[in-house]
């Protein structure tokens, strides 16, 4: 696993920096989100045909957004409050790994 970085989960969407997207995700438009009993694994998306969520822009700089209120909400998450957490990339689980998001 590499340096931490942060992701926020807030109102059913996954925001992601400009510097996060383009650590492990840069040229990509999809990811998967999984949930791993208290985690969540964000797992790249290679090929558009194999579906995900889509890694919206959300501003001039690059910062990204993956709305995926559907998801967040089955998982007990659609409150307002931003939840700022720290991620790694896990070479296991061949994604970005956010401990403890669901507890």
Do not use: C
Not at 25 to 49: D, K, N
Not at 78 to 98: C, F, K, N, R, Y
Request: glycine share 10%; proline share 4%.
């Amino acid at each position: 696993m590499s340096e931490p970085a942060r992701v926020t989960i807030q109102r059913g969407s996954l925001y992601l920096t400009r510097d996060v997207y383009d650590r492990y995700f840069g040229g990509l438009q999809a990811v998967v989100l999984l949930r791993r009993e208290t985690a969540l694994l964000v797992m790249p998306v290679r090929h558009a045909a194999g579906g995900g969520y889509l890694l919206k822009q959300r501003n001039g700089t690059g910062d990204r957004v993956v709305t995926a209120a559907d998801f967040f909400r089955e998982q007990g998450m659609d409150d307002d409050l931003p939840h700022i957490l720290p991620a790694q990339w896990s070479t296991e689980q061949v994604g970005l790994w956010v401990a403890d998001a669901f507890k």
